[in-house]
T-cell receptor
Framework: GQQLNQSPQSMFIQEGEDVSMNCTSSSIFNTWLWYKQDPGEGPVLLIALYKAGELTSNGRLTAQFGITRKDSFLNISASIPSDVGIYFCAGLYLVDKIIFGKGTRLHILP | DGGITQSPKYLFRKEGQNVTLSCEQNLNHDAMYWYRQDPGQGLRLIYYSQIVNDFQKGDIAEGYSVSREKKESFPLTVTSAQKNPTAFYLC??????????????FGQGTRLTVV
């Protein structure tokens, strides 16, 4: 079956540092989505990518749809305390099948 | 305000009991979804419904049942047949065609614990 490998599983960074996380697969995806989930809440969409090679920004967040269509990355610049949470990638394969990565838990050290 | 509401936020169930989780949306969305989330895991699809009176099994439907009698409501029943029901359950809705063309909105989740 389809599998997404999201890494790293968790990150501990200092406030102000940049963050980078990615999702990879051996399968091709047609759409990549990046979500953020705060504790005890539902995920909120950050960025959607629909085309191979697409690079999209949303404030301090930047995400790219890999050229091979098998990967995507998310960067967060100049992290702030409210960036803490779990970040999920999700990929669309076939017409309407979506699969989520296991998440990257971001911690910011005081 | 428009949105998607799940209730209750926390639910405790004794082993062997069925329990129903509520999901209501006033966004006029056609499609609704139920996901299960376990610690350190991605979201896994339980059931989804693209239109009223129709629903489809997702990847982990065993031990769960749903109904879609109204556009606004998509309740999930966790039956006693579900062997490991303790988890965080998320409901979502979209206009349709998610994620190719639209965005899905998630509720705040229900944490179910079997005691």
């Amino acid at each position: 079956g389809q599998q997404l490998n999201q890494s790293p599983q968790s990150m501990f960074i200092q406030e102000g540092e940049d963050v980078s996380m990615n999702c990879t697969s051996s399968s091709i995806f047609n759409t990549w989505l990046w979500y953020k989930q705060d504790p005890g809440e539902g995920p909120v969409l950050l960025i959607a990518l629909y085309k191979a090679g697409e690079l999209t920004s949303n404030g301090r967040l930047t995400a790219q749809f890999g050229i091979t269509r098998k990967d995507s990355f998310l960067n967060i610049s100049a992290s702030i305390p409210s960036d803490v949470g779990i970040y999920f990638c999700a990929g669309l394969y076939l017409v309407d099948k979506i699969i989520f990565g296991k998440g990257t838990r971001l911690h910011i050290l005081p | 305000d428009g949105g998607i509401t799940q209730s209750p936020k926390y639910l405790f169930r004794k082993e062997g009991q069925n329990v129903t989780l509520s999901c209501e949306q006033n966004l006029n969305h056609d499609a609704m979804y139920w996901y299960r989330q376990d610690p350190g895991q991605g979201l896994r699809l339980i059931y989804y419904s693209q239109i009223v009176n129709d629903f489809q099994k997702g990847d982990i439907a065993e031990g769960y049942s749903v109904s879609r009698e109204k556009k606004e409501s998509f309740p999930l029943t966790v039956t006693s047949a579900q062997k490991n029901p303790t988890a965080f359950y998320l409901c979502a809705s979209s206009i349709g065609g998610w994620p190719r063309n639209t965005e899905a909105f998630f509720g705040q989740g229900t944490r179910l614990t079997v005691v």
